[in-house]
């Protein structure tokens, strides 16, 4: 047991001072034990790693936001998605002859397919700058990928009913454009079911049923990939490309 005392400094028989009892900056005290007087170890006290103060959590929030820097994301973000398309619409119909060239040595299931790879990246960075919110890097990515999707969609003249617009600008030489558009809405369509299964397994599974694990970061992003997949093989072996 620990000794305590109320004088000042008492003595005991063998000459011990109370003193010595008192913990020191070893994290250690001075205890008797079994008559004997010894050092044993003690906890200590965790120091508090932050400072007290009288701010509620909203306002240290308030106080680390940098709204700033969110009006620029926004504005670059609107210009990432106007500038683009804009300008491969004006690439489109004043260099026709330009970008035919360009397109001319793929086929028509290459440019897809990287019209689609790009379409499928710019979505899950989009998901990604949420998921990991501190890190910018997604968001950079996310407007890197955007702006050069825009482009080709502007080149490409995607819009509803795109197969008039191309055969306008490009005449015969539109299948090239064509199955950058259909590559393109294959990978939105597929995000647009991927995001109805998903909220439906929100929905329908219980939270304690084995099948929640789908509703998992890692198994979500497995499922979009082999949704955004399956599009692709539509897109590439149904014969799509042909009709358009």
């Known amino acids: 047991m620990t000794v305590e005392s109320k004088d000042a400094n008492p003595e005991f028989a063998d000459g ?24 044993v170890s003690v906890s200590k006290h965790p120091e508090a790693s932050i ?45 026709t002859s330009q970008v035919i060239k360009l397109l001319s040595p793929f086929a028509p299931q290459g440019v897809s397919l990287v019209a689609w790879t790009v379409t499928v990246f710019v979505l899950a960075t989009f998901a990604l700058s949420f998921v990991e919110a ?34 306008v600008v490009y005449g015969s030489a539109s299948t090239l454009p064509n199955a950058v558009n259909v590559g393109i809405i294959a990978a939105l369509l597929a995000a647009g079911v991927y995001a109805i299964v998903f909220v439906g ?26 949704i955004e997949g399956i599009a692709l093989l539509i897109v590439l072996f149904s014969g799509i490309l042909a009709a358009v």
């Open 16 to 39: 011990t001072s109370n003193d010595a009892l008192l913990p020191d900056k070893t994290n250690e005290a001075v205890e008797i034990v079994e008559g004997k007087v010894e050092k």
């Open 51 to 95: 400072p007290q103060t009288d701010l509620s959590l909203a306002d240290i929030k308030r106080s680390q936001s940098r709204p700033l820097r969110w009006v620029v994301y926004l504005i670059i973000l609107l210009i990432a998605i106007i500038a683009p398309y804009w300008f491969g619409r004006v690439l489109a119909v004043q260099h």
């Open 134 to 167: 501190h890190a910018w890097l997604w968001r950079i990515l996310f407007l890197l990928l955007l702006g050069f999707d825009q482009l080709i969609a502007g080149i490409c003249l995607l819009k509803f009913q795109f197969w008039y617009s191309t055969y």
């Open 201 to 226: 397994l929100l929905i329908g599974i219980k939270k304690d049923s084995p099948l929640n694990v789908l509703t998992r970061s890692w198994a979500s992003f497995l499922m979009y990939f082999i």
